[in-house]
Nanobody, 127 residues
Framework: DVQLVESGGGSVQAGGSLRLSCVAS????????MGWFRQSPGKDREAVAS????????YYHGSVQGRFTISQDNAKNTLYLQMNSLKPDDTAMYYC????????????????????RGQGTQVTVSS
């Protein structure tokens, strides 16, 4: 079974940056979508960003558009989320998710529904 392992979370001040990483093991082919969603206590899960690995088609939630960038390194089997201009509202547990493109390409706006997900990495932004 494919496992997803996130890293890169931490605590930063507002305006700072973090880069999250998600390694898929064993390797997954480009016939997958991958994405990030987040959840904080007492709130619903929220989509952040997602990408179709083969076509590079992306989706960003409006709250992160222009601040976050999703990218992939196929050689390292790694998905990234570069987060700039962080705000306290970005504080949450961030989860990596993946699914076969035949099942997820029409649902990029909802990576929380992807079949595979990691354990999460905490991001805390202080004001």
């Amino acid at each position: 079974d494919v496992q997803l392992v996130e890293s890169g979370g931490g605590s930063v001040q507002a305006g700072g940056s973090l880069r999250l990483s998600c390694v898929a093991s064993p390797d997954i082919t480009t016939n997958y979508c991958m994405g990030w969603f987040r959840q904080s206590p007492g709130k619903d899960r929220e989509a952040v960003a997602s990408i179709v690995l083969r076509s590079q088609r992306t989706y960003y939630h409006g709250s992160v558009q222009g601040r976050f960038t999703i990218s992939q390194d196929n050689a390292k089997n790694t998905l990234y989320l570069q987060m700039n201009s962080l705000k306290p509202d970005d504080t949450a547990m961030y989860y990596c998710a993946a699914d076969r493109v035949s099942l997820c390409a029409g649902y990029l706006s909802n990576p929380a529904t992807f079949d595979l997900r990691g354990q999460g990495t905490q991001v805390t932004v202080s004001s």
